[in-house]
């Protein structure tokens, strides 16, 4: 008798089924519904919905805290300095907001875009059409005044709004 030293062309055949079934079950785990690939960008999106936040209102601190010592050093009251609209005018100047159009290229009032590439480079992309209108697919931040407060916003690419916390606009000493 003799002995075949190799694979039978029946044995290379399921092996290879073997590992195209495996390579499917891989991708599927790294890039489906539940993939590695989709939680690590949820993940990500959330952090930079908190990160947002905290920039800017880190920013309104700052600003607060140099309009109290200038307030100080000049003998002046705080309250005379430090306005909503010295804030919002500090921020435009600054370019980490962008005053909302609509579509007919009208001001929105107590509404505006944060522009998350003046805070950090690293929190998410921004992109805003001409007529102010979010670009196809485009993710934005939002400020919009409710009520009596300045509320942040996280605007998918369906226009849906997620509410992420308040501009905190009387930061405490």
Known sequence: MRKDGGFSAIALIITIIIIIIIAVIAINKLIGDDGIIRQYKQE????????????????????????????????????????????????LENNYIEELRDINDNLVSNEYYIKTESLNRDIVSYEVNPNGSAGNGTKVFKIKKVDTKYMIYFVDKYGNEEELGELVMHPQI
Request: net charge negative; hydrophobic share 30%.
């Open 44 to 91: 990500d999106t959330e952090y930079n919905k908190t990160e947002v936040v905290e920039k800017l209102n880190l920013i309104i601190k700052e600003k607060y805290f140099g309009d109290y010592k200038y307030a100080q050093e000049n003998k002046k009251n705080i309250d005379e300095i430090y306005t909503e609209e010295a804030v919002f005018n500090y921020l």
